[in-house]
């Protein structure tokens, strides 16, 4: 069964550092590319970026780009999204999903999601 | 960059079909997939359509997909509704340089 499974809730204070993960398994995960999409509360999806870890290769919406980074360790399987400094507009929920369709950006599986929450 | 609208709410009767509007601001519909997405209450989106008009496997044929160049819109279409269809719906496209998605379309299912 293909299956992402992302890393549990976390709450932070703002400035801090985060870096939160998605696991991928029952594919070749290095075939794939993995997207990463906000949510914030009580609002609708957001595209963040999409990285391939076969080669790294990563895209940045321009909303998002210098905000966060994304990266990937395929000898683990394994996506980042990552924040320097945090702030309290980060607060949402973070989802990765992989691109499995044949056409572009379309995304066929889905991971649980990962509440952030960012308040002093 | 270029917007998708979606109406912010539709509602229908079990058994009826109902129709959620993709209005593209800018940039034919045409040039670039559609994808629609489901997110129930509290859970993950899933994919009901992709590439315009297919259904993934296990999406039931009640879901169906299509682009209006005319209207430079796309739509999905549910028949035979159930009250389990009830959820938020959004629509996904992109251009060279972005991904958008529609703002969301909660569907009522009463």
């Known amino acids: ?120 | 960059n270029f917007m998708l609208t979606q109406p912010h709410s539709v509602s229908e009767s079990p058994g009826k079909t109902v129709t959620i509007s993709c209005t593209r601001s800018s940039g034919s519909i045409a040039s670039n997939y559609v994808q629609w997405y489901q997110q129930r209450p509290g859970s993950a989106p899933t994919t009901v359509i992709y590439e315009d008009n297919q259904r993934p496997s296990g999406v039931p044929d009640r879901f169906s997909g299509s682009i209006d160049s005319s209207s430079n819109s796309a739509s999905l279409t549910i028949s035979g509704l159930k009250t389990e269809d009830e959820a938020d719906y959004y629509c996904q496209s992109y251009d060279s340089s972005n991904v958008v998605f529609g703002g969301g379309t909660k569907l009522t299912v009463l």
């Open chain 1, 1 to 120: 069964e293909v299956q992402l499974v992302q890393s549990g809730a976390e709450v932070k204070k703002p400035g801090e550092s985060l870096k939160i993960s998605c696991k991928g398994s029952g594919y070749s995960f290095t075939s794939y590319w993995i997207g990463w999409v906000r949510q914030m509360p009580g609002k609708g999806l957001e595209w963040m970026g999409i990285i391939y870890p076969g080669d790294s290769d990563t895209r940045y919406s321009p909303s998002f780009q210098g905000q966060v980074t994304i990266s990937a360790d395929k000898s683990i399987s394994t996506a980042y999204l990552q924040w320097s400094s945090l702030k309290a507009s980060d607060t949402a929920m973070y989802y990765c999903a992989r691109l499995g369709f044949g056409s572009p950006y379309g995304m066929d599986v889905w991971g649980q999601g990962t509440t952030v929450t960012v308040s002093s």
